[in-house]
């Protein structure tokens, strides 16, 4: 089963850290990722929860503790402590 690595931060610029994070998709396939999806928040389109699919925990794990990470985020203009969740999906309806 994948896992799931979800992110909840805030952003300077949304129009400045998108190309920073599609930079950064080289890292993450390097680790196992498989796609992600990006989310804005209505209210403010600068809080973003990005949900990144990885093919294996120790993957995911080890692209969260990737210092290229840390470092894409400062460029991108990340101005909050990032919240990261691992978890795995147990279900997926569509209605």
């Known amino acids: 089963m994948a896992t799931k690595v979800i992110v909840q931060h805030h952003v300077q610029d949304y129009e400045r850290w998108k190309p920073v994070f599609d930079e950064h998709g080289a890292v993450r396939r ?36 990737d210092p ?8 991108a203009g990340v101005d909050t402590q990032p919240q990261i969740w691992f978890c795995e999906e147990v279900e997926a309806t569509t209605y």
């Open 30 to 65: 390097q680790h196992g990722a498989t796609g992600h999806r990006i989310h804005r928040s209505l209210d403010d389109p600068n809080t973003l929860v990005i949900v990144n699919e990885f093919a294996t925990e120790e993957g995911a794990r080890a692209f969260a503790a």
């Open 68 to 75: 290229a990470l840390k470092d894409a985020m400062q460029r």
